[in-house]
């Protein structure tokens, strides 16, 4: 393998590193995935409850309010009735005051189930505040875990950049444009092992990224340091030296 292939190879090395680390600092490590997600639908769950718990009470507050606010409407109506001065005002104050009273029952079912929906809300919460505090307590401590081994990551972190910036220097210019132009395309990798397929016989290699076979002629101008691409994906092809 050539100089320039073994530095492409070993920057992507460093690149795949890199945005490992950086991820990583930006996420959550495999070993606090699952304490992770659980703590996070546990914690969905209560602040369901407690914004179904607000819900209920502001609910049943405005309930409260309708009632009082039609109670006296009525008190009102009832203490007009004394002063009607024909049959057409006394039918229609007492129309008045039904439609009130029919409010206020409305106003009171309401009420009930604001009530019935706050106590349940609060019921399941004091069931799972036990469970949701010792699974709590447990991801507090994973995360000052985390948060204690973070330095390391950022420092080898800064380590990779500058081993890329360094690296990057190393490559000329036509073939690094090459290897970011194929590296945006594939999403990160520009580089594809080159694979042995049969060992008994002649031998046949194939591209490790898409399967396609790879020339004879193209693994010997490899072997004999040339920068040679896939004829189907056109990643950089680079053949691992420490395999029979």
Known sequence: ???????IVELQHA????????????????????????????????DGLQAALEEAEQAKRVADREISDLQAKVKHFQEQIGMVRNQREYGALLQE???????????????????????????????????????DSRYQEE?????????????????LRQ????????VPKATLAMFERTRLRYGGNALALVMVVDRKGPRIWHCGSCNYRVRPQTVVSIQAKSIETCDSCRRILHIDEDAD
């Open 143 to 159: 995360l000052l875990k985390w948060e204690s081994q973070k330095p390391e990551v950022a420092r080898r972190a800064e380590e």
């Open 15 to 46: 690149i795949d590193e890199l945005k490992a680390a950086e991820d990583l600092l930006a996420g959550i490590p495999d070993w606090m995935q699952e304490l992770h997600e659980e703590h996070s639908r546990q914690k969905a769950e209560m």
């Open 1 to 7: 393998m050539s100089d320039e292939l073994k530095i």
């Open 163 to 170: 081993q890329v910036a360094e690296l990057e220097e190393k």
């Open 97 to 135: 005051i039904d439609t009130a009273k029919e409010q206020i029952s409305g106003a009171e079912e309401r009420e009930l189930a604001a009530m019935e929906q706050a106590e349940e809300a609060q019921r399941l919460r004091e069931e799972r505040t036990g469970t949701f505090q010792e699974l």
